[in-house]
């Protein structure tokens, strides 16, 4: 049986801490606040990444038609693959892609429902000079590409990847990539616990699949530093 979603909504393709696939119904406010959730403050639709901004776009709803615009954001919003103009509006379609900070988080706009089973392919073409994270990896494969080589992950092994690229060359604690990785392990009712010698393995799985390309280093039961 199909699911459907005769809500307007979003369709998640990237942006922790949703998964992809979710669905974020937008309802008929006439403004959602879309950014990053921060002490004292929380958007509508909040997203965990540093380089998504507090206030990053304004989605409206006026005369039965949505709309999006950029709210000053510091890496900027794209509408399939055209970057917006700081706080000029622009109609959603269809199947409107929306992209923050270059591609970190994508989206989907999908304005009355989803009947059948969505293809998966790549939002659009990362823009020259944006984050080595787009150049790199490919999360709709699940892959990351090293010397014209891809290499297939797991969902974890992803993760876990996908954030020491984010932050390249910067220390990644722990506790962050427990967050990242087992979301599901985190929540305050669940009595789980990450231990080091998961992360350890599959950190060996990683080196071991990228036959040892990926320089990362390990500081002994703190975190984690991608070298390059």
Not at 112 to 117: F, H, L
Request: aromatic letters at 8%; hydrophobic letters at 35%.
């Amino acid at each position: 049986m199909t699911r459907m979603n005769r809500t307007p909504h979003l369709l998640v393709e990237r942006g922790y801490p949703h998964e992809r696939g979710d669905i974020l119904p937008l309802g008929s406010a006439p403004r959602l606040v879309l950014g990053r959730k921060d002490e004292g403050w929380e958007p509508d639709v909040a997203f965990d990444n540093a380089f998504v901004s507090r206030r990053q776009a304004e989605i409206r709803y006026e005369d039965g038609r949505y709309s999006i615009l950029d709210l000053g954001s510091k890496h900027g919003t794209a509408v399939n693959g055209a970057p917006l103009e700081p706080f000029v509006p622009v109609p959603l379609e269809r199947s409107a892609r929306i992209a923050f900070a270059q591609g970190l988080v994508l989206l989907v706009f999908a304005p009355v429902r989803i009947g059948e089973t969505l293809d998966l392919s790549p939002l659009s073409p990362p823009e020259e000079g944006g984050p080595e994270e787009a150049r790199l990896l490919d999360p709709v494969r699940q892959s990351v590409r090293l010397n014209d080589v891809s290499y297939r992950l797991s969902e974890k092994e992803y993760r876990f990847l996908e954030l020491l690229v984010r932050k390249e060359r910067q220390f990644v604690g722990r506790e962050e990539v427990v967050r990242y990785v087992w979301p599901e392990r985190t929540g305050p009712d669940s009595a789980d616990s990450v231990s080091q010698e998961e992360i350890n393995s599959l950190l060996y799985r990683i080196r071991k699949k990228t036959d040892r390309h990926l320089s990362i280093e390990s500081i002994r039961g703190k975190g984690y530093v991608l070298q390059d």
